[in-house]
C-alpha cells in the first residue's frame, strides 16, 4: 500500500467518528522530511479522541497495516499514530492549536477533507 493510499485510509477512520478539521499534509516535497504525510484531525473530547484513534487503528489493521507505534493513548490530548511513511495525528481542537503543526510544516501542500 502507498503512503497516499494508507493516508486515505487514515482519514477514512477518522471519518467514521466524526473527526473534525481533517486536514492531509503532503510532505513529500518538504526539505528535511521524516515522512511522506502527517494526516491530522480534531476531537471534542478525550472519548472522542480515543475513539478517533481506535477507528484508525481498526480501518488499517482490516488491510494488515500495523502501527510502528502510537502515543498519547494515556493523557488522551493528542494521539500520535506513526505509520512510518504516514503519520496520523489526532487532538483535542485546544492542543492542536497550541501545537499548531500546520504552521511549523508550512511547505506542505495541504488538503482539507470535507468543510
Not at 503512503?3 to 473534525?20: D, F, N, P, Q, R
Not at 516535497?29 to 471534542?44: A, E, H, L, R, Y
Amino acid at each position: 500500500m502507498t503512503a497516499e493510499e494508507l493516508s486515505k485510509l487514515i482519514v477514512k477512520g477518522m471519518e467514521e467518528k466524526k473527526a473534525s478539521d481533517i486536514v492531509v499534509m503532503d510532505l513529500r516535497n518538504v526539505k528535511n522530511s521524516f515522512t511522506d504525510f502527517f494526516v491530522i484531525c480534531s476531537g471534542n473530547s478525550d472519548t472522542q479522541i480515543e475513539s478517533i484513534s481506535d477507528s484508525i487503528e481498526e480501518v488499517t489493521l482490516r488491510l494488515k497495516e500495523k502501527p510502528y507505534r502510537s502515543e498519547g493513548k494515556n493523557n488522551k490530548q493528542w494521539i500520535l499514530i506513526d505509520y512510518i511513511n504516514v503519520v496520523a495525528h489526532v487532538f483535542l481542537k485546544d492542543k492542536r492549536e497550541f501545537y499548531g503543526l500546520e504552521d511549523l510544516w508550512g511547505d506542505a501542500k495541504v488538503t482539507r477533507i470535507g468543510s
